[in-house]
């Protein structure tokens, strides 16, 4: 147990640059003591104590703002940063060294039943203000972008932005940049127009010369002409 505490604390460390020491993390960072009420309520909850589960989360949820269901999974090392405003569902999973920032949902559709919170990945940023909505997966090393809403899986190494949310870049490369070269460009059209019906005009011009050669008994018919 105080080897995860550890982490936790460690994992504030790790993540937020205005963390000073370790007595003002433990004393100060909602986040933390929102993931660590919620071990306690999880405790209670897996033995289906579910009252005591709950007071213990909605305790923490009044003193932390973040409300954790205690059904669910956490792995090692969340940290929560800013805290308020975060709800993570009963059936979430979250993996290890997951980051979250305030207002973040992790939560239903309303359309599901059973498995219907997502389950995120490893090494995972969910920015301030992001709603992920569904029993789909959030892949590792993935980041969604503030505000963003996500409504279906997300591949790993990839980042999401918008609502709703669509791959903008995976493995470190930009998706669906504009392509400025492809705006059709209306004095290019234009000229390509031109260079067409011209081959067009010089094939024509070739096959009348060919027709009146044939009629000449072989001769050309500008030589005729000139003779
Ligand atoms: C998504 C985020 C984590 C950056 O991830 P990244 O993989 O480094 O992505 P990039 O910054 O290269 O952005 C990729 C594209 O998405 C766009 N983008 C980034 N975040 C966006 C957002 N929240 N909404 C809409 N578009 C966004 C960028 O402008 C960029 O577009 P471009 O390729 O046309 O230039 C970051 O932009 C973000 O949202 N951070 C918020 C963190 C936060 O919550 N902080 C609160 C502290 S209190």
Redesign the pocket.
Known sequence: MFRTMKSDIQAVFDNDPAARSVFEVVLTYSGLHAIWAHRVAHWFYVRRWFMIARIISQFSRFMTGVEIHPGARIGQRLFI??GMGVVIGETCEIGDDVLL??GVTLGGTGKESGKRHPTIGNHV??????KVLGSFTVGDNS??????IVLSEVPPNS????LKARV??RD?V?L???DHDKLPDPLIDLFQQMETRIQELKHEVEQLKTEMRNQNGGVQPYESKSV
Do not use: E, Y
């Open positions: 940063d800013h920032f305030q940023v969910i920015s301030s203000g992001a980041k969604i972008g503030a505000n963003a980042t999401v932005v918008g903008v870049k470190g930009s669906n940049k504009l």
